[in-house]
């Protein structure tokens, strides 16, 4: 039985990854060349062309894109095989992770995180990336090393996590605002001009949900990405934003929050990686430290 030659899986796994001969060739520090001979392997191999030309550039095949998650996966479980099990040295680890957050965690968990590190793996960066979709592809393909994040139908079944905190949505207006003086009630709360966030720019949510019930129906003067944008527009307007409360904490600096005068369900805020992750010593110990931060009290 012939043994294939396994070095293949590399270069298919940069090839799908980048969409381009001359990305994957840097990628894997090989000549355009050497790469074009490997793609050339590669297509003989599978008996697909794995990537067309289309314009001027270059697209994958359905073969191609079936392939490209399982690749992935084998390629860097085999580099966490063939990694030295050494005993974990954080004074000498020298190692980036990647973490995936929405708006908030980072300037409310950001800085002890970052100290802790520092103090514990000088080596060590932090590389924070804006969290824009549930989407599990970024930890499938080992973009991503660490999300946070409600746990919801998007994310990959495979995908593990670990509770940080609960959190709930609260109201929040300018100091000064008419809702800042005395009981708010729900329809107090609902007949002022609302902000909304979404990321998927839609109008309606939990809130909107709590509402209905009661007949009650909020008037979204406007739709925003995100809690930082939300706040800003309601420290500088009569708007009300609707934020979680956990995760809007520093940022509501200087402005009233209040309860919500409705039952709007509570949730819990999650760490998720992908399962390959589980055993990684450096993995682990970065895990522990965001969950030990995350449960300090607000």
């Known amino acids: ?33 050497a ?21 001027r550039g270059l697209v994958p095949t359905p073969r191609a894109l079936e392939l490209r998650g399982r690749v992935s996966q084998l ?36 800085a002890e995180l970052i100290a802790r590190v520092g103090a514990e793996a000088p080596g060590v960066r932090l590389c924070f990336l804006q969290k ?9 393909d080992g973009s991503v090393d660490l999300e946070t994040g409600v746990v919801g139908k998007a994310t990959g079944p495979e995908v593990r996590s670990r509770a940080l ?20 009630t729900p329809a107090l709360y609902a007949a002022g001009r609302h902000i909304n966030v979404s990321r998927q720019g839609l109008a309606g949510g939990p809130i909107d949900a ?53 039952a709007v369900p509570e949730f819990t805020v999650s760490m998720l990686w992908h399962p390959r992750m589980d055993a990684d010593p450096a993995h682990r110990w970065l895990r522990g430290l965001l969950l030990e931060i995350c449960a300090l009290p607000a």
């Open 132 to 140: 824009d979709n549930k989407e599990s592809a970024a930890l499938r």
């Open 210 to 262: 709590a509402l209905q019930p009661l007949g009650l129906e909020r008037q979204i003067a406007c739709i925003v990405a995100g809690f930082s944008s939300a706040l800003a527009l309601a420290r500088s307007s009569d708007l009300i934003a609707t934020v979680p409360e956990r995760h809007s904490g520093n940022l509501r600096a200087g402005l009233y929050s209040f309860a919500l005068p409705l």
């Open 1 to 33: 039985m012939a043994i294939p030659d396994l070095n293949l899986l590399i270069a298919l796994d940069a090839v799908l990854a980048e969409g381009s001969v001359a990305r994957a060739a840097r990628r894997l520090r090989l000549s355009p060349s």
């Open 35 to 55: 790469m074009s001979r490997a793609l050339a392997r590669l297509r003989e191999t599978t008996g697909d062309p794995l990537l067309v030309r289309a314009g």
């Open 165 to 184: 905190f609960r959190d709930r949505f609260i109201g929040v207006v300018r100091a000064g605002h008419p809702l800042s003086r005395g009981e708010i």
């Open 75 to 110: 390629v860097q479980e085999a580099e966490a095989v063939l990694r030295p099990a050494d005993v974990l040295q954080l004074k000498h680890l020298v190692r980036t992770f990647t973490l995936r957050t929405r708006e908030g965690l980072v300037e409310n968990f950001g």
